[in-house]
């Protein structure tokens, strides 16, 4: 038991120096640009999902964090959201360099998860319209100080969402360690068509807990590839917890979610014949 709480406190003191820089950025952009500098972002948006979908490679779940902030004050779109959520490696890829996979196995799930995540963010943006307005102003929402000091509110939110961060992981944490990882594997000694839908469902777990499964249950045969695509698709971290946290708009976080288990599982399939 202290074992899980005390990796979730290391998980969560991880987080906080992205979540600090997400939000500070935020706060500059919402009090500093002018509206000449907020149409180069939106001219330059048009780009995003590559930038977006190659950060999100880097094995750190941070940079999702970083984009689900800057989504939900419309600063970036959501074909470049859905872009770093797709590629987001997570824990994924130090598990495999340490499990001494093969550099043939790294590489294609590392391209499969760029080219997924520029696609299908590039495809999104073509028909969901990018808002022009940001519909959520942190500093109005949690009537903080920032007009005298961004560093100081910058601090005061980013500890807000820590906390609510901790609070659910450890939740999370403890119910993997009762319900224990051989229960979990036993779930896919039959591996079969309709396994991608249920990979992509852990995915969604807002927790780095459910890369590890996945990657884990990959290395030790009992998942094929198509099915550890799906799971590794739908899964950012902790992305969602904020994403929730900090949208209130229930019905749009509900269709991004949506979205994401949509596309895991359709590629996870979609590998599975062909890979």
């Not at 930038?51 to 004050?73: D, E, H, K, M, R």
């Not at 971290?237 to 979610?257: H, Q």
Request: charge should be neutral.
């Amino acid at each position: 038991m202290q074992e899980v709480i005390i990796d979730t406190i290391i998980d969560g003191i991880k987080l906080l120096p992205f979540l600090f820089i997400a939000f500070l950025i935020i706060e500059l952009v919402e009090h500093k640009l002018s509206s000449k500098s907020q149409k180069a972002i939106e001219k330059s948006g048009k780009f995003g999902p590559i930038i977006g979908s190659t950060l999100g490679l880097i094995p750190q779940c941070g940079f999702s964090v970083v984009a689900t902030n800057l989504y939900v004050t419309r600063i970036i779109s959501l074909g470049t959201l859905i872009a770093v959520y797709l590629s987001t490696s997570d824990e994924m890829l130090p598990i495999l360099i340490a499990e001494h996979a093969s550099a043939t196995t790294i590489i294609q799930i590392l391209i499969i998860k760029f080219i997924v995540g520029i696609i299908f963010g590039f495809i999104i943006d073509l028909f969901v319209k990018k808002q022009d307005n940001f519909n959520y102003h942190i500093c109005n929402h949690d009537h903080c100080d920032c007009q005298n000091s961004l560093i100081k509110s910058s601090f005061k939110h980013t500890m807000k969402t820590f906390l609510f961060i901790f609070v659910i992981t450890l939740i999370l944490n403890f119910t993997f360690y009762y319900i224990g990882d051989e229960t979990l594997k036993n779930l896919f000694t039959q591996d079969n068509w309709f396994t991608p839908f249920i990979t992509s469902l852990i995915g969604l777990i807002p927790n780095c807990a459910s890369s590890v499964i996945i990657t884990e249950l990959y290395l030790n045969d009992i998942l094929a590839i198509g099915s550890t695509i799906a799971g590794l698709l739908t899964g950012s971290g902790v992305a969602l917890l904020v994403l929730f946290k900090t949208n209130k708009n229930l019905k749009e976080n509900i269709k991004i979610v949506s979205l994401l288990y949509l596309i895991g599982t359709a590629v996870g399939i979609i590998s599975e014949i062909l890979v």
